[in-house]
């Protein structure tokens, strides 16, 4: 199982990113795909997540109404829409893979990981 993430970079604050990430080596409609972020010196939280089960979605408050996760089964794809994007959403973004629907996609469940993608929003 691999998932690989493109997408980030500099942006201003009030501006827009799409992050996207490719899943390859897993059945696509079988799993959960999951993005987080890490800032420097802070733990890796989740920012949204979905199950391409049946469709369910997960954003956590500090970015419900900025972030939208959706999926493309065509192209074994997850993208994350940010926008109005915030100076401290600067962090790297990941993007992970789980087999199975994790209460608030807990970062537990998810044993498969990609490399990160930088994300700086400047002021």
């Known amino acids: 199982v691999q998932v690989v993430e493109s997408g980030g970079g500099l942006v201003q604050a009030g501006g827009s990113l799409r992050l996207s990430c490719a899943a390859s080596?897993?059945?696509?409609?079988?799993?959960?795909i999951g993005w987080f972020r890490q800032a420097p010196g802070k733990e890796r939280e989740v920012v949204s997540c979905?199950?391409?089960?049946?469709?369910?979605?997960y954003v956590p408050e500090s970015v419900k109404g900025r972030f939208t996760i959706s999926n493309d089964h065509a192209k074994s794809a997850v993208y994350l829409q940010m926008d109005n994007l915030k100076i401290e959403d600067t962090a790297v973004y990941y993007c992970?893979?789980?087999?199975?629907?994790?209460?608030?996609?807990?970062?537990?469940?998810?044993?498969?990981w990609g490399q990160g993608t930088q994300v700086t929003v400047s002021p």
């Open positions: 992970a893979a789980a087999r199975v629907w994790g209460r608030r996609c807990t970062k537990s469940y998810f044993g498969f």
């Open positions: 080596g897993l059945i696509f409609g079988d799993w959960t």
């Open positions: 979905i199950s391409n089960v049946d469709g369910r979605t």
